[in-house]
């Protein structure tokens, strides 16, 4: 009888230039409750609509530590180095401990959208699981119209593996103000550790922040 492998991620901070990734905070609430009524996080999430407090504090106080503690990934709030404000998440998830392999999802806020937070927060959490944590693969997956996150996933030098036909289901604003469920296919996208090779310079050349550390 084959013995399961079970572990989890360690309770960790990873810092770039401008940015923070750490566990949420009860201070982070108002702030994510915004964020996940954004229009866009609504249309390519599964989250609920509209996202009240309630649901926010059940993420931050029970779902989220449990994703660690549980072993199947990590949530991190996002945040700007300077002024501490919730720029986004990042979530590992469906983590498979003996492959060395997890997916990761990510939310931008709307106001800070356009400033390379997105790319930066995910490859300073590639970096950190590749280099600290000795994983093998990170994946993702976009809905085939979410433009802004397959741009991510190039950024960072995710490959693109497939498609998944009709896999999806993304919500639409009717005209009439009501939201609507659409089926759509997903893009899979593939991270290896040798992809990152030069990424990190090519974005510094590009203007963004690099991976600075990690605690």
């Known amino acids: 009888m084959e013995l399961r492998?079970?572990?989890?991620?360690?309770?960790?901070?990873?810092?770039?230039?401008?940015?923070?990734?750490?566990?949420?905070?009860?201070?982070?609430?108002p702030a994510f409750v915004e964020m996940m009524n954004d229009e866009l996080v609504t249309a390519w999430t599964s989250v609920?609509?509209?996202?009240?407090?309630?649901?926010?504090?059940?993420?931050?106080?029970?779902?989220?530590p449990?994703?660690?503690?549980?072993?199947?990934?990590?949530?991190?709030?996002?945040?700007?180095?300077?002024?501490?404000r919730l720029v986004g998440t990042v979530h590992l998830h469906s983590t498979d401990w003996r492959v060395r392999a997890t997916e990761v999802a990510y939310v931008t806020a709307p106001w800070a959208r356009g400033e390379g937070y997105a790319t930066e927060s995910v490859l300073a959490a590639a970096q950190w699981l590749f280099r600290d944590r000795g994983f093998e693969r990170l994946q993702l997956r976009t809905a085939a119209d979410n433009t802004?996150?397959?741009?991510?996933?190039?950024?960072?030098?995710?490959?693109?593996?497939?498609?998944?036909?009709?896999?999806?289901?993304?919500r639409s604003l009717t005209e009439g103000g009501e939201w609507t469920d659409i089926r759509t296919d997903l893009i899979l996208w593939g991270l290896l550790p040798e992809d990152l090779d030069g990424v990190a310079d090519h974005m510094a050349?590009?203007?963004?922040?690099?991976?600075?550390?990690?605690?």
């Not at 609920?48 to 989220?64: G, L, M, N, Q, S």
């Not at 991510?152 to 995710?158: E, L, P, R, T, Y």
Request: net charge negative; with cysteine.
């Open 205 to 215: 050349e590009a203007g963004y922040s690099s991976y600075t550390d990690w605690s």
């Open 148 to 170: 802004a996150s397959q741009q991510v996933a190039q950024k960072i030098g995710c490959i693109s593996e497939g498609v998944l036909r009709n896999a999806w289901i993304a």
């Open 5 to 29: 492998m079970t572990t989890t991620f360690p309770d960790v901070s990873i810092n770039t230039e401008r940015l923070v990734l750490r566990p949420y905070e009860e201070a982070d609430i």
């Open 66 to 84: 449990a994703e660690r503690t549980e072993g199947r990934g990590i949530v991190l709030a996002v945040t700007e180095f300077l002024t501490q």
């Open 48 to 64: 609920p609509h509209p996202y009240t407090r309630a649901h926010a504090e059940d993420w931050v106080r029970r779902i989220a």
